[in-house]
């Protein structure tokens, strides 16, 4: 070959070497030896390639072949000869099996060579050799249309390659398997690996975990991502959020040390065990492993010594003596309390047995201990033991078997001293029987006294009782009943005493009868009536109005509980009042009924709340002395409650009085029975209360709505002169008055004279309310023509007879007294028909302005719905507005004919809203009727409503017949007025 990569060389002849041709290889040496000294150096250089070369001519004639291409096909030097055509190489190798072509496409195969041979370059090729052999096939074009075509046989190179590939792959699954997290760099800290455990480790630097990022990429990350923030390098760690950036630069530089085993915690809270190295090579090799669970158990192993010293220390300052032996029942533990116990040091007690320990007084100890380990049960038994210093004392043993974890079997036990119990348990015994003693002269005694005390007491009560059916007026009769009920009362109580014992001991038995509790109550109020007007106290009762049946239970010890709550209210109340308050909700087969007595005394101081219901227990020692007692009440009253199913309690402060309350749930026993119906129907009747104490108005308005009276309440016997001459100036008739007789100012009597003296009033019905101790049957009293006197706190059966009687009277004055004794409790007012409101939806409004007839000003969302429900039955027209800014500018608006007028209300009140709209009437010749609503039960607001220049107040809670009342009332005048005009 002359020339291969570039244009012909001649050789030294002169002539071409691709004309002369190239003769066999194996040839004359001697003619090579005449080549010139670089064509010799450059054919052994071809020669020595591992590239199979075939140079050959424009007409594909072989031209030159170097020894590796022989060495590739498998062929000898005398089966080629120079100049041949390429076909014909490539016919040999087909003979010789090299090429797995089908016979079929062997020749548009070879066409197709030659084709690419012809043509020109040809990009090296991969294609694999019958005999498996890879081969790379490229052809490169020459000078003169000559082409050099190579083939380089790359078989042992893929071989290598997939070796490569396969045990890259292995070590791949080899690291991904690995429990430790790894990763590689290179020795210019490029990335080269990471397992999937180290990646989860740290999920944040995942982004820089990749082919194309350093070590440097990574711990700038990881300083962004909270990483590695505790390095143990103080000055390192200095650096973290000062200077990040040297701090990076030190990390990588850290990482260039030659190996580190340290241990750091993640942010996640996670603990690893590093472990980097630098590998001759400079690899960077970093291995993490999870170490998280062995830190915990190293924690938890920590915690557990130090609380194996806890309990140890503890087990030895316990006072009971601890041990534990081995299975041959040779003690292997005491604590200090057995030292204390026995008298006996550790290392004196440690390896032996009871027996060595105590002599023969230890052998029924070990018998114990043998019968525990046979029957594996816990036993415990009393023992007796001589200690080292020959005291006797007495001990309670708890022992058992335990079988450890490894199965050895172990006895441990626990030893108490119990000498002294003991000698307390033989002073007991000897107390309890002085106290047996002491109980059984105390019963002795008790039913001495009981027989004693009821003697006389039947005396006393049988004559009552026959005085109570002789012939007596009112009041003899009212103190006759009295001196029975409380002469009754007393006999309960002996009888409460004699029976607490039974109470202690659980066999007290309830008598349990149909009785009516409003009767009951009152009962004990009027017992109690006397001590309270002797302190000048109200003492008030109120039912629940639908409170209306009988009820089963045992009354006398309900009359009981009542007597004491009400007898401790008195007691300790010196101004104010005591209320007996009684509600319930009843699910139609029984009521759970709550009874509430409340005062205005000296309260109970918080700390001492607890104690009320202890026996024999006051809040104040001293109270004894002042107040008597002997604190049973309370006790005994919890216990009754208690033994009824019920609850009781207390709720005070000192200074501020107490409400004691109970609860009991008790079976309906039918509806209380009514009287046939009244001659004359008293529903609606107006009745005015007069009374100072705003508890008693509360009550006594409350059963006038249950009992179907229209009521008003006055607070003074003025106040209540002022509203019967407002009731006789706006045409409305008082039916009867129920006046309280001692009131500051002007008192009953003198109130109820002036009405008598009035000609257009004298004619009203009056019932006065007394103390026990007054008289209205006198010479000084006779002029006022009571109609009838009820004592206070006055039975609601007798007021609301004494109502209807007083009533009928007056509006039917020929009924005989049979027939008024017939007359019956009117109906509720529910089922009345309504005023007749004709007049104000009939009459004409000056101008005939078709305006509105009612304008309503109140806040309460709830009483707006009262309101509306009430007038929307009556045709009305009317308007609801929430404050009395908004009721002056709706009168300005509307011009209403009538407007009732709350008292209390935001941004305006209902007085300031009155006094405008009377502004706005000046010089008009007009005047709305303004009807104020307030709550009657506070004192001064009929007086500020008239100042402020209302017409009439209407007190809440809204009843629809008083609202409907006052509206026909006024509507009336309002016509009269215009008629005037």
Not at 278 to 285: K, P, V
Not at 371 to 394: F, K, L, N
Request: net charge negative; proline share 4%.
């Amino acid at each position: 070959m002359r020339k291969i990569l570039g244009s012909d060389v001649n050789d030294p002849t002169g002539e071409p070497a691709n004309e002369r041709g190239l003769t066999n290889q194996a040839g004359d040496a001697r003619a090579r030896d005449d080549l010139s000294l670089p064509y010799a150096d450059l054919e052994r250089t071809i020669d020595s390639m591992n590239m199979g070369v075939v140079l050959v001519d424009a007409g594909l004639n072989v031209q030159f072949i170097n020894r590796a291409f022989y060495d590739i096909w498998k062929l000898t030097v005398g089966q080629v000869a120079m100049g041949c055509p390429f076909r014909a190489l490539m016919d040999i190798n087909r003979y010789s099996g090299v090429y797995a072509i089908p016979d079929g496409d062997w020749e548009s195969y070879v066409a197709l060579r030659e084709s690419e041979i012809s043509a020109g370059d040809v990009a090296p090729r991969e294609f694999r050799r019958a005999d498996g052999c890879t081969m790379i096939y490229s052809v490169t074009a020459l000078s003169g249309g000559k082409r050099l075509v190579s083939y380089y046989d790359v078989s042992e190179m893929k071989r290598r390659e997939v070796e490569a590939v396969e045990a890259r792959h292995r070590l791949a699954e080899v690291l991904e398997s690995l429990p430790a997290g790894v990763i590689i760099y290179d020795r210019d800290d490029r990335f080269v690996l990471a397992n999937r455990k180290l990646k989860s480790a740290l999920p944040a630097l995942s982004g820089v975990l990749t082919e194309g990022h350093t070590l440097r990429d990574s711990m700038v990350l990881a300083q962004r991502s909270g990483y590695f923030r505790d390095t143990s390098d103080e000055d390192l760690d200095d650096l973290y959020d000062a200077d990040p950036e040297a701090w990076v630069e030190g990390m990588v530089e850290r990482y260039h040390t030659s190996q580190a085993v340290r241990e750091r915690r993640n942010p996640d809270g996670r603990w690893y065990q590093i472990f980097d190295q630098r590998l001759a090579d400079g690899t960077f090799i970093g291995v993490r492993v999870d170490i998280t669970e062995l830190k915990q158990r190293e924690r938890a192993l920590q915690d557990s010594m130090r609380e194996n010293e806890v309990f140890r220390s503890l087990i030895d300052n316990v006072p009971v003596s601890i041990y534990a032996k081995h299975a041959d029942l040779r003690l292997m533990y005491v604590n200090q309390g057995w030292c204390e116990l026995t008298g006996y040091s550790k290392e004196e007690a440690i390896g032996k047995t009871d027996l060595e320990i105590f002599g023969a007084e230890g052998e029924p100890f070990m018998e114990a201990d043998r019968e525990v380990m046979r029957s594996g049960t816990t036993v415990e038994i009393e023992e007796t033991a001589t200690s080292a210093d020959g005291m006797v004392r007495h001990q309670f043993a708890r022992k058992g078997a335990m079988v450890a974890s490894d199965g050895s079997l172990y006895l441990i036990g626990s030893t108490t001293d119990i000498t002294e119990l003991k000698q307390r348990e033989t002073e007991l015994e000897e107390a309890q029987r002085r106290a047996v003693l002491a109980d059984r002269a105390k019963s002795e005694f008790l039913a001495n006294m009981s027989h004693e005390i009821r003697t006389p007491m039947n005396g006393v009560l049988g004559m009552a009782e026959l005085l109570a059916k002789s012939d007596l007026d009112p009041k003899q009769k009212t103190f006759t009943d009295i001196i029975v009920k409380s002469g009754n009362a007393l006999l309960t109580i002996i009888n409460d005493i004699l029976d607490f014992s039974k109470i202690d001991a659980g066999q007290l038995v309830l008598d349990p009868i149909p009785f009516n509790l409003s009767e009951a109550i009152e009962d004990v109020a009027t017992l109690m009536s006397t001590r309270a007007k002797e302190k000048d106290l109200e003492l008030i009762v109120r039912m629940q109005p639908d409170l209306r049946h009988l009820y089963v239970g045992d009354v006398g010890r309900i009359r009981q509980i009542i007597t004491n709550l009400l007898g401790n209210a008195v007691k300790f109340t010196d101004s104010g009042h005591v209320l007996v308050d009684v509600t319930g909700r009843s699910d139609g087969e029984a009521t759970k009924l709550h009874v509430a007595v409340t005062d205005t005394g000296i309260g109970i101081p918080e700390a001492k709340l607890k104690l009320v219901f202890e026996k024999f227990s006051q809040v104040d020692a001293s109270s004894t002395r002042r107040h008597e007692g002997t604190g049973l009440g309370l006790a005994i009253t919890s216990r009754l409650v208690d033994m009824m199913g019920g609850e009781i309690g207390v709720e005070s402060g000192e200074g501020a009085g107490s409400t004691f309350w109970f609860t009991l749930t008790l079976p309906n026993a039918g509806r209380l029975e009514t009287r046939p119906a009244a001659l004359i129907d008293v529903t609606g009747a107006r009745v005015l209360i007069v009374d100072d104490n705003a508890v008693n108005r509360t009550i006594l308005t409350e059963q006038m709505l249950s009992w179907g009276f229209d009521s008003c309440a006055a607070k003074s016997g003025a106040e209540g002169l002022q509203v019967l001459q407002a009731a006789q100036a706006m045409g409305v008739k008082v039916d009867c008055i129920v006046l309280d007789y001692q009131m500051p100012g002007m008192t009953g009597a003198e109130m109820a004279r002036i009405v008598r003296q009035s000609p257009t009033l004298s004619e009203t019905p009056i019932v006065m309310l007394t103390s026990v101790d007054q008289s209205l049957s006198g010479p000084a009293h006779r002029d006022l023509a009571i109609d009838a006197q009820l004592i206070k706190p006055a039975r609601s059966s007798a007021l609301l007879e004494a109502l209807v009687a007083a009533i009928q009277r007056k509006r039917a004055p020929n009924l005989t007294p049979a027939q008024m004794a017939d007359a019956q409790v009117p109906a509720k007012h529910a089922s009345n028909p309504a005023p007749s409101v004709a007049r104000l939806r009939g009459g004409q409004r000056p101008g005939g302005d078709g305006g509105l007839d009612i304008l309503v000003a109140e806040d309460n969302e709830v009483n707006q719905m009262v309101f509306s429900q009430i007038l929307a039955e009556t045709e009305l027209s009317f308007e609801i507005v929430g404050n009395g800014r908004r009721a002056v500018a709706a009168y300005g608006e509307r011009r209403p004919r009538m407007i009732l007028m709350d008292v209390s209300m935001p941004e305006m009140n209902g007085l300031e809203a009155t006094s405008e709209i009377r502004k706005l009437e000046r010089g008009t010749g007009m005047r709305v009727p303004i009807i104020g609503v307030t709550a009657h039960a506070l004192k001064g607001d009929k007086e500020r409503c008239l100042e402020a220049g209302m017409d009439d107040y209407l007190p809440k809670p809204i009843s629809p017949r008083a609202l409907l009342e006052k509206i026909e009332r006024w509507s009336w005048q309002d016509e009269e007025r215009r008629g005037a005009v």
